[in-house]
């Protein structure tokens, strides 16, 4: 199973970016998706994620600016990001969680930079 994240770069603070996550391989039954970031000298945390049946949770920092959502014929999640700040810059990483093992699969990671 390979996860491909794409859609990070460079965006000045109040600009917008999609990222989008696809898998690819058997994997038959997603239950949890979602995006983590790491930005430097930090510690890699959750953002958001969602569930298989829509139910979905979002860090305190990105609430109503961040929004996840999934296609589960495609194998692929999203995220939206709106009004961008510099502290949202850091390489975010996609997931996903096999239903039937609990295993979690991650992408390679995808920088995202918020700067004038």
């Known amino acids: 199973v390979q996860l491909q994240a794409s859609g990070g770069g460079l965006v000045q603070p109040g600009g917008s970016l999609r990222l989008s996550c696809a898998a690819s391989g058997s994997i038959f039954s997603i239950s949890l998706m979602g995006w983590h970031r790491q930005a430097p000298g930090k510690e890699r945390e959750v953002v958001a994620s969602?569930?298989?049946?829509?139910?979905?949770f979002y860090a305190d920092s990105v609430k109503g600016r961040f929004t996840i959502s999934r296609d589960n014929a495609k194998n692929t999640v999203y995220l939206q990001m709106n009004s961008l700040k510099a502290e949202d810059t850091a390489v975010y990483y996609c997931?996903?969680?096999?239903?039937?093992?609990?295993?979690?699969?991650w992408g390679q990671g995808t920088q995202v930079t918020v700067s004038s």
């Open positions: 997931m996903m969680r096999n239903s039937y093992t609990g295993n979690d699969y």
């Open positions: 969602i569930h298989t049946g829509g139910f979905t």
